[in-house]
Nanobody, 126 residues
Framework: QLRLVESGGGLVQSGGSLRVSCTAS????????IGWFRQVPGKDRGWVSC????????RYAESVQGRFTISRDLNKGTMDLQMNRLKSEDTAVYYC???????????????????WGQGTQVTVSS
């Protein structure tokens, strides 16, 4: 079974940092493109960042560029999103995802991704 299990997130003050992580099982992260999305109540999930299967060409939404960093650890089978200088508008449920074509497309639609984590809440207090 192909799965992504999320951990991390929580509550942080504005300007602080948090890391959200996903552990992959049933597949290799170097064979899939990986990405992060986020969702606030009443809105669709929005694309945040991605990395291709080769581990290169990371891309970020303009709203998080320079503050968030996507990474992966192939030995551990984990993917992370490090979030720094957090703002109240970053409050959302964050989802990790993986797509078997190995791509990283800016503003990729949800349909690109076949495997999803369960989501984890990130709350930034002002």
């Amino acid at each position: 079974q192909l799965r992504l299990v999320e951990s991390g997130g929580g509550l942080v003050q504005s300007g602080g940092s948090l890391r959200v992580s996903c552990t992959a099982s049933g597949f290799r992260l170097d064979e899939y493109g990986i990405g992060w999305f986020r969702q606030v109540p009443g809105k669709d999930r929005g694309w945040v960042s991605c990395m291709n299967s080769g581990g290169r060409g990371a891309r970020y939404a303009e709203s998080v560029q320079g503050r968030f960093t996507i990474s992966r650890d192939l030995n551990k089978g984990t993917m992370d999103l490090q979030m720094n200088r957090l703002k109240s508008e970053d409050t959302a449920v964050y989802y990790c995802a993986a797509e078997r074509l190995g791509r990283c497309r800016r503003s990729a639609p949800e349909d690109d991704f076949e495997i999803w984590g369960q989501g984890t809440q990130v709350t930034v207090s002002s």
